[in-house]
């Protein structure tokens, strides 16, 4: 929002880092001021139902991004495939502009290009293609970069953490998320005798000892990083 509105506007951003954005609770203060903004952003799909109950309330225009994308489904983690990610930066100023902000979305979709190029170059060459987690946050990455994603907490049978053994088996890397457990992934790479690695689904689950640093994209470079090194890239 500020690479796009600049100075102009003041933002607040209702879910703190560290915080469980699926469960997070507004203050009556937060409530206040999401009921009070001009423009309101959020996800929707039922990602932060605190905020979206709050913000169903409001009489000014909300931007919720997974109508805007148009999207199939209700994964919101819209914000981990770059390309979908500018266009919901340009949903975004064209609601500012509608609330008369000069918004300027160029040096944010140049951004948010360049991070495209970066995950094309660098998945592209990949000879493992399976994407072994404990929950199904990261389809959109997947689908647009031609991995497959394989999810052990969310799935709910035992289909799901056989394909994972399987693919563990193979020489896949099980990835856990930072700051939410997960039992399932974690009980199956100890008994398989791997390490599991750290992907980030970037959704404010940061340390705190590590959220003044971190930033959009931050957070992507990171998993990128970690994928090339696991993916054998």
Known sequence: MRLVAG????????????????GYELT???ARELLDADLAVVTGGGYQPDVEATAARRDGPTVVALEALAVEGDDPHVWLDPLLMREAVKAVAEALRGIGVHADEADAVEELDGLHARFAAGLEPCRRRELVVSHAAFGYLALRYGLEQVAVEDAGDRAAVERA????????TPFVETLSPAPALEVLAAE?????????????LVPREQAAGATYRSLLLYDLETLVDHLDC
Do not use: F, K
């Not at 102009?8 to 699926?22: D, F, R």
């Not at 053994?165 to 896949?172: C, D, E, F, H």
């Open 7 to 22: 100075d102009e506007v003041s933002i607040v951003e209702l879910v703190p880092a560290g915080a469980q954005p699926h």
């Open 165 to 172: 053994r399987q693919a563990i088996r193979a020489g896949a």
């Open 28 to 30: 009556p203060r937060q």
């Open 192 to 204: 398989e005798g791997v390490e599991t690695e750290v992907l980030n689904p970037a959704e404010g």
